[in-house]
């Protein structure tokens, strides 16, 4: 599957944006669709992963309350809202797949992933 992650841009601190991953191919049922974000310097940390199948959702702690992911199975692709964007949210964010034939925990860990995106960069001003 080959990932395309949009939506990215410039914005005020306090502002929202909503980034998308459309998918091409197939995403089966025990997979995980995430979003992970590498800022300037540091390493790619996790976002948030929503499961295919059952829809339940993981929030890293940074972003709980303010980030919500969600899918759309018709139309393969997976979102990101993001409101209430603080300048320590500035980074390129990507999508990822994580391949499972059976339903598994969620994973914060990046390696545990295998598709990703080419990353949409998110630049939050104060």
């Known amino acids: 599957v080959q990932l395309q992650a949009s939506g990215g841009g410039l914005v005020q601190a306090g502002g929202s944006l909503r980034l998308s991953c459309a998918a091409s191919g197939d995403i089966f049922s025990n997979w995980h669709v995430g979003w992970f974000r590498q800022a300037p310097g540091q390493e790619r940390e996790f976002v948030a992963a929503?499961?295919?199948?059952?829809?339940?959702?993981q929030y890293a702690d940074s972003v709980k309350g303010r980030f919500a992911i969600s899918r759309d199975v018709a139309q393969n692709t997976v979102y990101l809202q993001m409101n209430g964007l603080k300048p320590e949210d500035t980074a390129v964010y990507y999508c990822?797949?994580?391949?499972?034939?059976?339903?598994?925990?969620?994973?914060?860990?990046?390696?545990?992933?295998?598709?990703w995106g080419q990353g949409t960069l998110v630049t939050v001003s104060s």
């Open positions: 929503i499961m295919w199948r059952d829809n339940k959702k």
């Open positions: 990822t797949t994580r391949r499972s034939l059976r339903a598994t925990p969620f994973s914060f860990v990046e390696s545990m992933y295998n598709e």
